[in-house]
């Protein structure tokens, strides 16, 4: 095992941090507050390659492994989750996916624009009744005169409201279970689709949540991405993809609060001493940063899986359910950490908070990571 990151990780890392210092941070506090989307941000981010990171030169990424990529996101997450949250839809659930499932025509069609920044993606599997089993999925698309037209609603949907693509899952034969679903390529402006801002989110407010609405919506078959049947397939790749994603930017967000309490640690007096000298304040960051590294951890080992060509499925669910409860938790031992000032959004404690909240419960919430885990373990699937 090596534990030293190679020369372009760390150059990886040197280059994001920089930019998310200089561009993002000292903005993150206004995003948040006005639920303003940074597209000026995305605007600079395409010619850094971090719009399509992990996808290779000749579709205009950066073609970076998977270690690599979950570093860029971790400095990504540690200033603005919102940003991991955006860059995560656009490039682990769709840019990846298409990669993985796409023709070479669809491929040629969508990555280079994607990559340059001229469109974001998004994926959706939620709808209003259907969340964790996502093969209960109840839009539909029917094959007439040659085209799929799609019916239902999706709910919940990163950059739903501002993307130029979406994945979209639909059943195509009711009676196969998630052996019926399929995955579409469905463009903005297509007849029949629309979408719907959805405000009041506790967390992520400068990343665009949407409902995406199917009415009769006309889908060419080439937009059928991978085979009809094979949605449920298409699904689980591109979650295990986006997992790593969470997970990486949680081990960035939970870093961002020991930074923030270290300081705090150093410079508030109290009973005539910094309050770091205080064994409990010692308790505090002590706990952030034991649980802190031993995500990073899991990510790594992870990254690295898959890296090798190995298989990471339950690798990423342990890292994405630990370090999502992880930054949870030092977001609110940080808040302690600040006294009465870390409540205030004078400091971003109270956004850290709010916004790791979301990472138990998207991809996947943490009950259900358990039942993968312990799943593998016992053999026995708690999903039948
Ligand atoms: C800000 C935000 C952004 C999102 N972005 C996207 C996106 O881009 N695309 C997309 O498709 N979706 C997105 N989602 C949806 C997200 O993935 C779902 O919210 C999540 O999958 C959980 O589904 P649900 O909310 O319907 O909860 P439910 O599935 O209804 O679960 C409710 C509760 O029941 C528990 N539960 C469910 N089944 C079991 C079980 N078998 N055993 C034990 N406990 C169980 C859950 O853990 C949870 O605590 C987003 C959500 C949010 C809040």
Not at 41 to 63: C, F, N, S
Not at 102 to 112: D, V
Not at 313 to 328: D, L, Q
Request: charged letters at 20%.
């Amino acid at each position: 095992m090596d534990f030293e990151l190679n020369e372009e990780q760390t150059m990886v890392r040197n280059m994001v941090k920089e930019f998310v210092e200089k561009e993002v941070r000292p903005i993150a506090r206004e995003d948040d507050r006005t639920e303003r989307f940074p597209w000026d941000i995305i605007e600079k981010m395409a010619p850094l390659g971090l719009l399509g990171a992990p996808i290779p030169p000749e579709y205009g990424g950066m073609g970076l492994d998977y270690l690599s990529y979950a570093i860029c996101i971790e400095e990504i997450g540690r200033a603005s989750f919102s940003l991991r949250s955006i860059v995560s839809s656009h490039t682990s659930l769709a840019e990846q996916t298409i990669l993985k499932w796409g023709n070479e025509a669809q491929k040629q069609k969508f990555l280079p624009r994607m990559t340059r920044g001229e469109f974001l993606g998004c994926f959706a599997t939620t709808e209003p009744n259907v969340g964790s089993d996502v093969a209960s999925i109840e839009t539909t698309a029917t094959l007439t005169r040659g085209e799929w037209v799609l019916n239902g609603t999706k709910m919940f949907i990163t950059n739903g409201g501002v993307a130029g693509v979406a994945l979209v899952f639909a059943q195509t034969d009711k009676g196969k279970g998630y052996r019926g679903l399929s995955c579409f390529l469905v463009e903005r402006g297509m007849p029949g689709f629309s979408s719907k801002a959805i405000h009041g989110k506790m967390g992520l407010r400068s990343s665009n949540t949407a409902e995406l609405i199917f009415e009769d919506c006309c889908v060419p078959r080439e937009n059928v991405l991978g085979e009809v049947g094979r949605g449920f397939n298409v699904a689980m790749t591109a979650f295990d993809n986006a997992r790593m994603c969470v997970a990486a930017g949680c081990v960035g967000l939970a870093q961002a609060c020991i930074d923030a309490s270290t300081n705090y640690a150093k410079t508030r007096i109290q009973f005539g001493k910094p309050i770091g000298s205080f064994q409990l304040v010692q308790e505090l960051l002590a706990d952030m940063i034991v649980e802190t590294e031993a995500a990073r951890f899991l990510v790594y080992r992870a990254a690295h899986l898959k890296n090798k060509g190995n298989p990471a499925t339950i690798e990423t669910s342990m890292a994405k359910y630990y370090a999502s409860e992880v930054a949870f938790r030092a977001a609110n031992n940080a808040i302690q950490l600040h006294g009465g000032w870390g409540y205030l959004d004078d400091y971003p404690l109270e956004r850290y908070l709010r916004d790791s909240k979301v990472a138990t419960l998207l991809e996947g919430t943490s009950q259900i990571h358990k039942l993968l885990i312990g799943r593998a373990a016992t053999g026995i699937n708690a999903f039948v």
